[in-house]
């Protein structure tokens, strides 16, 4: 994931070149298959040699949603493919929260 | 007191940039008697060293895509690529010691005579499952991932141009035993296959959704240890139903071939359907169900 980051920003960097890369920004879905520690964790390293060697990472969460059928009303998930927290229904689905997207970046 | 520096007043000669608050005096309290406060603004003072109206040197960039857009792309192109060569492709995913290798190996044995088979098997390392599916007779690419932890669209396009599966053939593709990365990494299969077996626990659905819920079909293999295993079969049902009303669910036993028929019967079912529906509306479908 954090390569397919890199690739992207180095290639907006032959559209137009720019100097450093002062800071990347990821969307991040609460529920989306990605961890934002794990994803800090790892993007210095995987940073390196690039032309986002030394950028910070903003990572922006999203909290997951649901829209209940039962219910009729919008209601927060923590989990996937769980029944609705309030009236315990199947008829759910997932409004937010499966974000993954690389934002923006700042650069010089 | 000097309101700009702080200093004494009149303690020692330095120069606020205004021509009449110069002052002046014999004991200067600081060893860098002389200093300057004249007002700038630095306009050069970014790295491009220089100032154009409207642009700031620092500036930002919107891109706004999403993350493994690229894969995506990837798999788009081999699902037409399958597609055009007549190409019926299986992604199989499940843990390791699964049983996946022994279902697909005695699935080429009683199927290979009836259509062509090719197989993409990926591992960590060694080409041990690989050299198992040639000894049964299908031609296979062993794929090493190395530190990776699943297949990706790229790897796949690789191993076609490796294997070129003839028309009308099955592409079985053993994916990396891992239950959670496969399921975020499209390889252009026509389904995902996952395997579970009655070792496992029955929450396994519960406890690994998205895989669950990326499947197609679910097999739930060595159902000849039931008697020895405690799996509660109506449970492990409930659970995969729980987080994908739509999947198949197919009990088999690769030891024994107990119900693998009924996979067979599914593979052909779904070929047939996959290559009579109109190609550009699985992408728009999984876009929807997503």
Known sequence: MLESIIETVENEHRKRPFGRVRMIRLTLGALAAAEAESLRFCFAIIAEGSVAEGARLDIDTVRGAGWCADCEASVALTERYAPCPVCGGARLRLTAGEELQLTEIEVE | ?290
Request: charged share 20%; glycine share 8%.
């Open chain 2, 1 to 290: 007191m000097c309101a700009i520096c702080g200093c004494g007043g009149g303690d020692h000669a330095h120069s606020h940039g205004l021509s009449d608050r110069s002052h002046a005096l014999a004991s200067p309290p600081y060893a860098s008697s002389d200093h300057s406060h004249a007002p700038s603004i630095e306009f050069g003072a970014g790295l491009a060293a220089v100032h154009i109206p409207g642009w700031s040197p620092q500036r930002t960039i919107r891109i706004e895509r999403a993350i493994l857009s690229k894969n995506d792309a990837l798999a788009e192109i081999n699902r037409l690529r399958l597609r055009a060569a007549d190409v019926f492709a299986l992604n199989f995913v499940s843990s390791p010691g699964s049983g996946k290798t022994s279902l697909l190996v005695r699935t080429i044995t009683d199927v290979l005579s009836r259509r062509p088979i090719a197989v993409i098997e990926g591992d960590q390392q060694t080409s041990l499952d690989a050299d198992r599916i040639r000894r049964a007779g299908a031609p296979a690419v062993q794929l090493n991932t190395g530190n990776g932890c699943h297949l990706d669209a790229h790897m796949v396009a690789q191993s076609l141009d490796e294997l070129s599966p003839i028309p009308g053939s099955l592409l079985f593709i053993e994916n990396v035993g891992n239950l959670v990365c496969p399921a975020a990494f499209d390889l252009g299969e026509a389904h995902k296959v996952v395997v579970l077996s009655v070792t496992e626990g029955e929450d396994k659905p519960l406890k690994y959704p998205n895989m669950f819920a990326a499947a197609d079909l679910m097999l739930l293999n060595k159902t000849d240890l039931l008697p020895h295993v405690e799996f509660d079969m109506q449970a492990c049902v409930e659970a995969a139903r729980r987080v994908n009303p739509a999947i198949d669910i197919l009990p088999v036993s690769a030891r024994t071939g107990a119900g693998l028929s009924a996979f067979y019967d599914w593979i052909e079912a779904r070929r047939l359907s996959y290559a009579t529906a109109p190609p550009g509306i699985e992408p728009l479908n999984r876009r929807i169900s997503r």
